[in-house]
């Protein structure tokens, strides 16, 4: 059995490692349909290439205002929703994080390092 979870989490690591970046324009996509005037980074272990086969890729979607928790949480799902549309296979581990311009500020404080996604 361990050597089954073994193969597995080496798997998710390497699709993790090798299709990020793609997974990260399909949900950038998505944010930019919805909410045009949206940026899009990529934050966490990914961005400051740490990741290993339990990461998960987090992506910060940071609108003009900040929303409130219950707004926040339907922006998340509206989002999800529009990039499993576009591709974005069910089983891909994306943390959506949603900021406004004083949320932003607190992600400063804590993210090392935060990659810009073009929604190209």
Known sequence: MAKKIDVLM???FFEL???WRQAAQ???R???ALYPEAKVYVIGSVAEDRFTAISDLDILVVLPYDPDPRERLRIK???MRRAFDEGLPLHYPVDLHIAGPKR???YRKYVKRMI???DA
């Open 10 to 12: 080496a798997k998710w």
């Open 17 to 19: 490692r090798d299709t």
């Open 26 to 28: 399909i949900v950038a």
């Open 30 to 32: 998505a944010a930019k």
């Open 77 to 79: 799902i509206s989002i």
């Open 104 to 106: 932003l500020q607190e």
């Open 116 to 118: 810009r996604i073009d």
